[in-house]
């Protein structure tokens, strides 16, 4: 195969939509753009949720209520199976599961679950483990070691004045 034998998948590639090209093409007169009225025109855009003035939907509905997801503890979880790439005896933390490409991206911390077979004496670092996970690791020897979750600590608003000093 060499460069000039390359085609694009076929229904890859589509035809310019050329609008305004008489009636019959199906993107004549108005092209495609209705009637007339505010979108009808060049470079209008209406903001999503607007709704011409009436009040929005999103402001109509009341509020009510508190979301604990951002206070949520998240874990990334780690399946036992993928702990047996690490050689015998070895000492397996966040950095070497990090490391291993088993656990990427933000969390509070790393759970190790109990799927799959270890056939391995590990001793493992996390921030938990399932109840089966800690089980079949002690069952081969292995230990498994706590950490504390990590806090991700909420960002404080400033204060909209600074503090005055005492008048004397």
Do not use: W
């Amino acid at each position: 195969m060499r460069l000039h034998d390359l085609k694009p998948r076929p229904g890859a590639k589509h035809r310019r939509k050329r609008l305004g090209q008489g009636e019959s093409s199906g993107h004549g007169k108005t092209s495609g753009r209705g009637g007339k009225g505010q979108t009808a025109r060049s470079g209008s855009s209406i903001r999503i949720g607007f709704e011409g003035g009436q009040m929005p939907l999103i402001r109509r509905i009341p509020k009510r209520g508190f979301n604990n997801a951002r206070h949520a503890t998240r874990y990334l979880a780690v399946n036992l199976e993928a702990l047996n790439r690490f050689e015998e005896g070895m000492r397996v933390d966040e950095a070497a599961l990090r490391g291993a490409g088993l656990a990427n991206g933000r969390a509070s911390g790393i759970k190790i679950l109990g799927d799959g077979e270890l056939t391995r004496k590990l001793t493992v670092s996390a921030h938990a483990f399932s109840v089966s996970a800690r089980a079949k690791i002690e069952a081969k020897g292995g230990a498994c070691e706590l950490i504390a979750p990590k806090k991700v600590q909420p960002t404080k608003r400033p204060d909209s004045k600074p503090a005055e000093a005492p008048k004397p």
